[in-house]
């Protein structure tokens, strides 16, 4: 018996909170509810409310009534329109290391995976900034890096006392822990580049001694070694074609000389590098060795001046089909200081000869994509920017991340890659993507001149 009642209690008081949860809906109900229509976007949210419809009458005015506000719907992504700006970060961290600068950075989005240069160590991080692994020790000058499609990462390098120049090739795969060996052939090995090296090595004033010394008369071009690093089609396809690996001159600085007012690059088809070619990477201690390729596909110029250190850093953007090239600041006076230029793609170098050289020396100069301000006197292109002479790579989609480097309270080196969009412009040639807004939208970049 004492159990019937028990259950009855149990339904009575079901049914009681039910009749009260119903009799406090309709008191908060209001008379009338309207829901906007909204229209929304991943970059954009519009919204569009239905207003009464207009009268001639004269009516006497209603008393204040109070409803509750309209409800909004939330705004919602549209997953088949986000582009390429909404998916990567505004952002990326690089860790801190004793180390002189930041050198190079080459970004792997399908991989959610960075790489920095920092001239002694290599760092692996996610695009959270963990560190997934390094490879450090290196007894030299570690530069620009590029990723190619082979899957191994390319950074330019020479050992103190430049017995020779180089291409670091890394397994990224093995990446995966910190401090590995920077003389574990199974994730480093090194290229010799003769034709770099030779270049070096030439006697410009033909007297019979090679001066290594920075600022000697020797040296061809004035080439001191390589920094700069992309890969691109070649200079010779109009944009077009099988990528190659493009190294740019490191050009000693001296306004002395007429013969360095080119940036030099050389590209070179690296299939096959690791296997035929590669080797345990020399140091100060020795371990030089000439193992690479006898000459490149082929060396071009780009009438500048003469810039400190020539090409620092540099990228191929694909869509418009440009290279853009990154510098210290202009050595002579006499030459617009611009520091970023872009080299048109679409147009086959020209063999002609080269200014400041002897007569009959020739070479394939490159053109200058038409954008940016003018140097009419030269028939120079260019921008007076310092973005990217710490690294800066593109992305996809008009997009790159270029490095900004900073030193910590504790002086050790760290570097933010902030994501940039493409805008050609006297000031620019970039905008930070955070200063853009959502309602930017990655198109298709058209190819203007001015």
Not at 4 to 19: E, H, K, R, Y
Request: hydrophobic content about 35%; charged content about 20%.
């Amino acid at each position: 018996m004492k159990k019937q009642i028990a259950t009855l209690v149990i339904v009575l008081l079901l049914i009681a909170a039910a009749v009260g949860a119903f009799l406090v809906f309709q008191q908060q109900k209001p008379a009338t509810t309207t829901i906007p229509d909204v229209s929304v976007s991943y970059h954009t949210t519009t919204t569009t409310t239905t207003a009464p419809p207009a009268t001639t009458e004269t009516t006497t005015a209603a008393p204040t009534t109070t409803t509750e506000p309209p409800v909004t719907q939330a705004p919602v992504i549209d997953l088949d329109n986000l582009t390429l700006i909404d998916l990567l970060p505004l952002s990326l961290m690089g860790g801190d290391w004793d180390v002189k600068h930041c050198q190079g950075i080459a970004v792997d989005p399908e991989q959610s995976v960075v790489y920095y240069s920092y001239t002694s160590i290599l760092v692996k991080c996610d695009m959270d900034g963990n560190v997934l692994g390094t490879v450090s020790g290196f007894e030299g000058h570690l530069g620009d890096l590029a990723l190619g499609d082979d899957g191994y990462l390319y950074c330019s390098y020479y050992p103190t006392g430049r017995a020779g120049f180089y291409i670091v090739m890394f397994d990224t795969k093995r990446i995966t822990k910190p401090d590995l060996s920077w003389q574990d052939t199974r994730v480093a090995r090194s290229v010799f580049l003769k034709a770099v090296t030779d270049d070096y090595r030439f006697d410009v004033n033909g007297n019979g001694k090679f001066e290594a010394a920075a600022d000697s008369a020797d040296h061809r071009f004035g080439c001191t070694g390589i920094d700069a690093l992309a890969f691109g089609p070649s200079f010779k396809k109009k944009g077009k074609g099988k990528k190659l690996l493009t190294a740019g001159y490191i050009i000693a600085a001296n306004e002395k000389r007429n013969d360095n007012d080119y940036q030099v690059l050389v590209q070179y088809d690296t299939d096959g590098w690791w296997d035929t070619y590669g080797k345990p990477t020399p140091g100060q201690s020795g371990g030089a060795h000439k193992s690479g390729p006898e000459k490149g596909s082929g060396k071009f110029f780009l009438y500048t001046g003469n810039t400190y250190y020539g090409v620092q850093t540099m990228t191929y953007f694909d869509e418009l089909r440009i290279w853009i090239l990154s510098t210290y600041k202009m050595v002579k006076s006499s030459f617009t200081p611009f520091n970023v230029f872009a080299v048109d793609a679409e147009v086959k170098p020209k063999r002609m000869q080269l200014k400041g050289q002897k007569q009959g020396v020739e070479g394939n100069v490159l053109s200058f994509y038409q954008a940016g301000e003018y140097d009419k006197a030269r028939d120079i292109y260019g921008w007076r920017s310092s973005f990217g002479t710490k690294g800066f790579d593109y992305a996809g989609s008009g997009l790159f991340y270029i490095i900004y480097p900073y030193k910590t309270w504790f002086g050790t080196q760290t570097a933010v890659a902030y994501l940039h969009i493409w805008d050609s412009g006297a000031d620019g040639p970039f905008r930070l993507a955070a200063d853009v807004g959502t309602d930017y939208i990655v198109g298709k970049i058209k190819r203007t001149k001015p």
